[in-house]
């Protein structure tokens, strides 16, 4: 008992850090630009990437596989986190964390894309529970046109979606190292938004130590050490319990961005958490039961897991075992 309640508490850990990115990423960018931001944020998480891999020194240099699909993989991620940095600039971190994880509902609808067989009808309940919540959500205080940050978060769950089912896709029946890709992925991402941020790059000597505090919870705690963390956990339980407990994520994005940011709760901003969230949690659980039983002559088809929506992003590599701020 006392190892289950330490595992879920470093699997609650990890949802928390990652539902705090959302109001950090928010901090950094009142600071810096959004592309200097992706750029150091992508520096950092590879430098110390690179560093682990350099003390796992027993594990052999990359493979093919490894390279091959990190790279594209590394661009698609890059592309997640480019829209969801500028959507969280320009919506609140609450806000963000709830729309982002309609990821949940999203990536089954195109992991089955071009397969046999489909989904029941009670997914697609819930996913319609997900978007009225969406709707609720970017209502505000009233219903009026949507907030631009409030719509590049929605785009940013469907690129997140999209980069999900692909990873999928790619790292099927191939003995690829968690830790190598997401290195690859850095390096790639680090790469991506080097010339793009470069005019922005003095801007870094001259933030301050808050800044760069921000900077640092994003690459270190957000990407490296919620992947570590999250992928020993994972090995220590069943995956149905890490997707609850993971799953808790929108949870403490709303709590952190309500509770340090001051962020104000309405009566359609507590009726909007509601819906999506228990649309995510009944499309997740409903997801699950179909992939443990699927539909004759479709079982080889492979599926990607809810866990696997958030550990692909944000820095986060896919865990084969099981799963971005």
């Not at 697609?124 to 919540?133: D, E, F, I, K």
């Not at 938004?193 to 000597?205: C, M, R, Y």
Request: hydrophobic share 50%; with cysteine.
């Amino acid at each position: 008992m006392p190892d289950a309640r330490r595992t879920d508490a470093v699997l609650l850990l990890v949802a928390l850090v990652w539902g705090s990115s959302y109001l950090s990423a928010q901090t950094a960018t009142a600071v810096l630009p959004v592309l200097v931001v992706l750029f150091a944020r992508y520096a950092l998480s590879a430098l110390a990437c690179l560093g682990l891999v350099a003390v796992d020194r027993r594990s052999g240099g990359w493979t093919r596989d490894e390279l091959r699909v990190g790279v594209p993989l590394g661009i698609t991620q890059a592309a997640v986190l480019v829209v969801e940095t500028y959507g969280v600039a320009h919506t609140s971190a609450a806000n963000a964390g709830l729309i982002i994880s309609l990821t949940i509902v999203l990536t089954p609808l195109l992991d089955r894309a071009g397969r046999r067989g489909g989904l029941p009808p009670s997914f697609y309940a819930a996913a319609g529970v997900c978007l009225v919540a969406v709707a609720v959500l970017m209502s505000g205080n009233g219903f009026h046109a949507p907030r631009l940050g409030d719509l590049l978060m929605l785009a940013a769950a469907l690129v997140r979606a999209v980069h999900v089912a692909l990873v999928g896709r790619l790292t099927a029946h191939r003995a690829i190292r968690p830790l190598r890709l997401t290195t690859v992925q850095t390096l790639v991402g680090t790469a991506v938004f080097l010339v793009p941020a470069a005019s922005g790059l003095p801007d870094l000597a001259r933030v301050g130590a808050g800044g760069w505090a921000q900077l640092l919870y994003l690459a270190l705690f957000c990407s490296v050490f919620a992947f570590l963390a999250q992928t020993w956990a994972v090995q220590r339980t069943s995956a149905s319990r890490a997707s609850l407990l993971l799953g808790t994520e929108p949870v403490w994005a709303a709590a952190v961005g309500i509770g340090l940011a001051g962020e104000h709760f309405t009566p359609l901003t507590g009726l909007g958490a509601a819906l999506l969230i228990a649309g995510t949690y009944w499309g997740q659980a409903v997801e699950r039961a179909h992939r443990a039983h699927p539909e004759p002559k479709d079982h080889d088809t492979p599926r990607t897991s809810p866990l696997s929506v958030r550990e692909t992003t944000a820095g986060g590599p896919p865990v084969t075992s099981s799963a971005p701020g």
